[in-house]
């Protein structure tokens, strides 16, 4: 696969996935918080998700990235994947809560 140059990711190919010998343009965890986002953005359509559960769902990735940072603690690509799609799901929540809410407000301001 190809690098996606406008990505700001590190890259690492100790921290990615790869298929056929090739490692994937971004990382585990962007590969999920990409995934989770792109999943989640059809499903608003009927499914909204709170700014609390959102909150709550991108928690796991700051959880986990700060400890490998910080406490030099190790974590694997799965769990890097796994609390990065809970990311992405909450990201997508989070940005349609704000347009939402975004929307209305200068619908308040026209009226």
């Given at each position: 696969m190809t690098k996606i140059e406008w990505v700001d990711c590190h890259r690492m190919p100790s921290r990615s996935f790869f298929y056929?010998?090739?490692?994937?343009?971004v990382c585990a965890r962007c590969t999920g918080i990409y995934l989770g986002f792109?999943?989640?953005i059809p499903l608003?359509?009927?499914y909204?998700?709170?700014?609390i559960l959102s909150?709550?769902?991108i928690l796991p990735t700051l959880v986990d990235g700060?400890?490998?940072a910080y406490l030099k603690r190790e974590s694997t690509n799965f769990l890097r994947f796994?609390?990065?799609f809970l990311a992405g799901i909450g990201m997508s929540g989070f940005s349609e809560r704000i347009t939402y809410h975004?929307?209305?407000?200068i619908e308040l301001l026209l009226s």
């Open positions: 056929k010998k090739t490692q994937f343009p792109f999943v989640m608003l359509w009927f909204q998700i709170g700014m909150i709550v769902l700060l400890t490998q796994f609390t990065g975004t929307y209305k407000f």
